[in-house]
């Protein structure tokens, strides 16, 4: 059985910073590209960041130059450090592999930036 666990979420303030992390169990993990996506209230859900299992990264242009995914193999878990956060990116924020599926979602963990 996949598992997808997110963790990390809160509230910060504007120009704040917090570090998400994804522990994944139920796949073999190292063949596997990941992603971290999120959804805004009324928006769709969105990919965010991409590490390819070789550790090639990607990221969409509104996050770009403030948040950083990495992932350990050794842990079977992918994080998402994100930095200088503006309101705009206040969303759920959940991980799953790339391209997703849709038996793959977890919880996710709700970020909130908020002064």
């Known amino acids: 059985q996949v598992q997808l666990v997110e963790s990390g979420g809160g509230l910060v303030q504007p120009g704040g910073s917090l570090r998400l992390s994804c522990a994944v169990g139920?796949?073999?993990?190292?063949?596997?590209?990941m992603g971290w996506y999120r959804q805004a209230p009324g928006k769709q859900r969105e990919l965010v960041a991409f590490?390819?299992?070789?550790?090639?990264?990607s990221y969409v242009g509104s996050v770009r130059g403030r948040f950083t995914i990495s992932r350990d193999n050794a842990k079977n878990t992918v994080s998402l450090q994100m930095n200088s956060l503006k309101d705009e990116d206040t969303a759920v924020y959940y991980c799953?592999?790339?391209?997703?599926?849709?038996?793959?979602w977890g919880q996710g963990t709700q970020v909130t930036v908020s002064s």
């Open positions: 799953n592999i790339w391209p997703a599926r849709g038996n793959y």
């Open positions: 139920g796949i073999i993990f190292g063949r596997n590209d």
């Open positions: 590490i390819s299992s070789g550790g090639t990264t």
